[in-house]
């Protein structure tokens, strides 16, 4: 490395990084009585990719320390759980992460399903994985794109965003709204696929004809680019046994050679074995590692996850299961079809109590934590129910929060202008900081 991460000796305890600027009226630039510099990074920043402020103590242009400071949103995410059916808080998961909001939905929903011990059909199954890699997909093609950017690679920035809205139209095609399509349910999902094969033809359409073109051009473009390469090898490194330490997961633990997938450790939907009940094989896919822990590990693991998504895709499109999508009415969970609702008076009374009373949800009283593997990590929601029929208590385990943990340790020591690499190479959520 050519340069100590920790050069200088700083007493954290007595260093006044704070004081009040020494010339009038410049906040944002202040010396300090040890001859060094306050710089506040954000909350407002073009490089910040969210709304968060970071307290600089600079010597020169060298970061001597840094100060994260979060909770501008105000958004209160995890106390709505508390008022909100275990159906309504989906609209609110999905908010959590705007970047991929179709996972967190499958997320929320894989918790509540593990509360009421719920096992789906092999169709929802298969249709909440494909979703569900391309949210994976989604996420990094931004990432990616927005890192470049910062970095001055604009071209890398439209490569990637152009493709994303080919992701937004599926999930338009298949939940109606195209940004937070909040599209699942207990037990299943809010439609079945408006036509099966018009979504397997669009799927192919993406993973085959569109995606592929695109990641290739980024690849010719940044994996050998002088500029990107100076700007990312060797920067914000965090080894093996400190992203293990700072309970770091995703693609930045795995770019320091952390062996930890939830697909793989803790399998779930078709990354099981046996998915469709009649001994169906987990779909195959590879888990990218790196070693160098580094900005440039961080985004080579991305793009090599993007490739590894469509390989799953591939794998599960044309063997989509027939039969429903939802759990059968007889459980009480699931709302009834609407030729139930318009052509009974059970399913009236059925969809009545489950949207309009408290006599709809039992939930057992009891407490779960569901997790799943997302694009930053691992996304976990714990649930302590009461038996009624919403959670007593939601607590959300993002991803961005606990990798936003480390981001002072690791700008320590590196300029200025090395925070925008950092930072992009995280892919930090606002929301999912502030909850």
Same mark, same amino acid.
């Given at each position: 490395?050519?340069?100590?991460?920790?050069?200088?000796?700083?007493?954290?305890?007595?260093?006044?990084?704070?004081?009040?600027?020494?010339?009038?009226?410049?906040?944002?630039?202040?010396?300090?009585?040890?001859?060094?510099?306050?710089?506040?990074?954000?909350?407002?920043?073009?490089?910040?990719?969210?709304?968060?402020?970071?307290?600089?103590?600079?010597?020169?242009?060298?970061?001597?320390?840094?100060?994260?400071?979060?909770?501008?949103?105000?958004?209160?995410?995890? @106390?709505?759980?508390?008022?909100?059916?275990?159906?309504?808080?989906?609209?609110?998961?999905?908010?959590?992460?705007?970047?991929?909001?179709?996972?967190?939905?499958?997320?929320?929903?894989?918790?509540?399903?593990?509360?009421?011990?719920?096992?789906?059909?092999?169709?929802?199954?298969?249709?909440?994985?494909?979703?569900?890699?391309?949210?994976?997909?989604?996420?990094?093609?931004?990432?990616?794109?927005?890192?470049?950017?910062?970095?001055?690679?604009?071209?890398?920035?439209?490569?990637?965003?152009?493709?994303?809205?080919?992701?937004?139209?599926?999930? $338009?095609?298949?939940?109606?709204?195209?940004?937070?399509?909040?599209?699942?349910?207990?037990?299943?999902?809010?439609?079945?696929?408006?036509?099966?094969?018009?979504?397997?033809?669009?799927? @192919?359409?993406?993973?085959?004809?569109?995606?592929?073109?695109?990641?290739?051009?980024?690849?010719?473009?940044?994996?050998?680019?002088?500029?990107?390469?100076?700007?990312?090898?060797?920067?914000?490194?965090?080894?093996?046994?400190?992203?293990?330490?700072?309970?770091?997961?995703?693609?930045?633990?795995?770019?320091?050679?952390?062996?930890?997938?939830?697909? @793989?450790?803790?399998?779930?939907?078709?990354?099981?074995?046996?998915?469709?009940?009649?001994?169906?094989?987990?779909?195959?896919?590879?888990?990218?590692?790196?070693?160098?822990?580094?900005?440039?590990?961080?985004?080579?693991?991305?793009?090599?996850?993007?490739?590894?998504?469509?390989?799953?895709?591939?794998?599960?499109?044309?063997?989509?299961?027939?039969?429903?999508?939802?759990?059968?009415?007889?459980?009480?969970?699931?709302?009834?079809?609407?030729?139930?609702?318009?052509?009974?008076? $059970?399913?009236?009374?059925?969809?009545?109590?489950?949207?309009?009373?408290?006599?709809?949800?039992?939930?057992?009283?009891?407490?779960?934590?569901?997790?799943?593997?997302?694009?930053?990590?691992?996304?976990?929601?714990?649930?302590?129910?009461?038996?009624?029929?919403?959670?007593?208590?939601?607590?959300?385990?993002?991803?961005?929060?606990?990798?936003?943990?480390?981001?002072?340790?690791?700008?320590?020591?590196?300029?200025?202008?090395?925070?925008?690499?950092?930072?992009?190479?995280?892919?930090?959520?606002?929301? $999912?900081?502030?909850?």
């Amino acid at each position: 490395m050519p340069y100590d991460l920790q050069p200088f000796d700083v007493d954290i305890e007595t260093t006044p990084y704070l004081q009040p600027p020494s010339v009038e009226g410049d906040s944002d630039h202040t010396a300090t009585s040890t001859g060094r510099w306050t710089l506040n990074f954000g909350p407002q920043h073009p490089a910040t990719h969210t709304t968060l402020r970071i307290v600089m103590e600079l010597d020169g242009e060298r970061i001597v320390r840094a100060v994260p400071h979060i909770g501008y949103l105000h958004s209160g995410f995890e @106390k709505l759980g508390e008022v909100l059916d275990y159906n309504q808080y989906v609209t609110i998961a999905s908010r959590m992460n705007y970047v991929s909001p179709i996972a967190n939905d499958i997320c929320w929903h894989h918790a509540v399903e593990k509360l009421f011990d719920i096992d789906l059909t092999p169709r929802c199954k298969v249709v909440r994985t494909i979703l569900a890699e391309l949210a994976r997909i989604q996420d990094h093609l931004l990432s990616i794109g927005a890192t470049a950017l910062d970095l001055g690679a604009f071209t890398a920035f439209l490569y990637g965003f152009n493709e994303r809205e080919g992701i937004c139209d599926i999930i $338009e095609y298949v939940s109606g709204q195209r940004f937070h399509p909040d599209y699942t349910r207990v037990g299943g999902t809010m439609a079945d696929l408006p036509d099966e094969e018009v979504f397997k033809r669009m799927i @192919k359409k993406f993973i085959r004809e569109q995606l592929p073109p695109a990641v290739a051009d980024i690849e010719n473009l940044l994996n050998k680019n002088r500029i990107f390469r100076d700007r990312t090898e060797d920067i914000g490194i965090i080894t093996h046994d400190e992203a293990i330490a700072w309970s770091l997961t995703g693609p930045i633990a795995r770019a320091s050679g952390v062996r930890r997938d939830l697909r @793989k450790d803790e399998p779930y939907l078709c990354y099981a074995d046996n998915w469709d009940g009649q001994g169906a094989q987990a779909v195959q896919f590879s888990v990218p590692l790196a070693t160098t822990g580094d900005c440039y590990a961080r985004y080579l693991v991305r793009l090599e996850e993007v490739k590894q998504s469509i390989r799953i895709i591939e794998q599960l499109i044309d063997n989509i299961p027939a039969g429903p999508m939802n759990v059968g009415d007889d459980t009480g969970i699931v709302k009834p079809s609407k030729d139930a609702v318009y052509g009974s008076i $059970e399913g009236l009374i059925q969809h009545f109590e489950l949207t309009m009373t408290n006599r709809g949800w039992k939930a057992p009283v009891a407490q779960v934590y569901g997790c799943q593997e997302t694009a930053n990590g691992e996304l976990g929601y714990y649930i302590v129910s009461d038996g009624g029929p919403r959670p007593w208590r939601v607590k959300t385990r993002p991803p961005s929060f606990i990798n936003y943990s480390v981001f002072s340790k690791m700008i320590e020591g590196h300029l200025i202008s090395d925070t925008v690499a950092i930072l992009g190479s995280l892919n930090i959520i606002a929301a $999912e900081l502030d909850r």
